[in-house]
């Protein structure tokens, strides 16, 4: 069915006639251009500020991206050799309905092995977001379907084409999960003073259930519950999950974003028996990202906190409390005309991540616990276009266990490269 529907949809795109490009805000591209951080945008944004297709004069727009990559990876000096992926997919399907009610729907096929180990193994489609908009006042907008939860803003800005790393933020695909989204409805709003913007939201919808701590993972993990397709009609907890974010911008500082998340995870009563104690959890995120005036140097960061009520007896590999996030930092070296493109650019970059899944100590020692991993990037991207991206990595990540030790008691610093390409269309 959901391979019917896409073949459906593109097929109306390649028949229709008269095609107008609408245009993307590059102020959430990370090779900005000068004046970037003026622009009157915020992450919550993300979701709409994408290049769309207008089909002829009817009210429907489309686009999408598509991520494909190389990689050579190994671990002590142990590798699989070339591997060739097609990681991504996405169309997108937006219609303004009529004044001031607007409908986006994102399709996406992913097979993407190196992302949330919560997905179902194997390539999949399924539908990411899917959500009708009202705007009432410009703060105070409803909002209803299946959206993606804005913890965070990676989770609202993970395009493809907009970051010049191919694969993802550790931190925000296997201690968050990644893309989350949830039926449910909610609000938002935007205020500009000046230089200043504000931007708010707040939704009620599904969520979590006990596979955060019953997986395959043998630890905490909160990307187990994206297998859990059930949460799309129903919630295990039969309580609503609260996600809400705050974000403050200024045109010469950048972007300063604050949210979380709440939710009862477990099944704790049967028809309305309890049959269990509630059990919580909450995450804290704050993100950042500017764009420095005279190097035109875009920093990027973004770091969460987890804490989860654990059941009785529970071993210390399912913890009650995780850390972590990343930082990114490019720097243009060349801006302009280059190969037969005008405003093309060279990219130097760099990311540093760091994943803590057991924060604290063992209650019978008192010692550290760790599991923890670490990772650095550096790379080199051109865009010969702000919605084309070509970009080479290398990585070096390290990883410990619950007592310290490397994974593994001989296996070192797992190390590789990494080529691919993403784009808008």
Request: charged content about 20%.
């Amino acid at each position: 069915m959901k391979i019917t529907i896409l073949t459906a949809t593109l097929s109306v795109l390649f028949l229709s006639h008269q095609p107008v490009y609408a245009q993307i805000d590059s102020t959430l591209l990370k090779s900005s251009t000068p004046g970037d951080t003026a622009k009157r945008s915020l992450t919550m944004d993300a979701i709409y500020n994408r290049p769309f297709l207008k089909l002829g004069k009817t009210p429907v727009s489309i686009g999408g991206y598509v991520e494909s990559n190389w990689q050579k990876v190994s671990t002590s000096g142990i590798s699989a050799g070339n591997q060739f992926q097609f990681r991504r997919f996405s169309l997108f399907v937006a219609s303004t309905i009529s004044s001031r009610i607007k409908f986006l729907s994102e399709i996406e096929y992913e097979n993407d092995p190196t992302g949330d180990p919560g997905d179902a193994a194997g390539p999949q489609f399924e539908i990411e977001y899917a959500a009708l908009d009202i705007e009432l006042h410009p703060l105070l907008n409803l909002r209803g379907g299946m959206i993606v939860n804005p913890i965070g803003a990676f989770n609202q800005n993970h395009d493809g084409p907009k970051w010049e790393f191919t694969d993802r933020p550790i931190a925000m695909t296997q201690m968050l999960p990644d893309t989350w989204s949830n039926t449910g409805f909610g609000i938002y709003g935007k205020h500009y003073t000046n230089h200043w913007m504000f931007g708010y939201e707040f939704y009620l919808t599904g969520g979590f259930n006990d596979s955060i701590i019953d997986n395959t993972q043998g630890k905490t993990f909160l990307p187990a519950a994206k297998s859990n397709t059930s949460r799309f009609t129903s919630s295990a907890s039969g309580t609503p999950m609260y996600t809400g974010k705050i974000s403050i911008r200024n045109d010469r500082i950048g972007e300063l974003g604050l949210s979380f998340m709440s939710d009862v995870y477990n099944t704790w009563e049967i028809e309305g028996a309890p049959v269990d104690s509630k059990r919580s959890l909450h995450v804290y995120d704050v993100d950042f990202n500017t764009t420095l005036p005279k190097s035109h140097t875009a920093i990027t960061t973004e770091w969460a906190w987890i804490f989860v009520q654990m059941p009785p007896n529970y071993t210390p590999e399912y913890s009650n409390k995780q850390f972590g996030g990343f930082i990114d930092i490019v720097q243009p070296i060349v801006r302009g005309k280059i190969l037969g493109w005008d405003n093309a650019s060279l990219n130097l970059a760099v990311r540093g991540e760091y994943v803590d899944w057991n924060v604290g100590k063992f209650r019978s020692t008192g010692t550290r616990m760790y599991n923890d991993l670490w990772s650095i990037m550096p790379g080199v991207s051109f865009r010969p276009s702000s919605q084309t991206v070509l970009r080479f990595n290398y990585r070096r990540q390290k990883s410990r266990d619950i007592t310290g030790n490397t994974i593994g008691a001989s296996i070192g610093p797992t190390a590789g490269f990494n080529f691919g390409l993403s784009t808008y269309f």
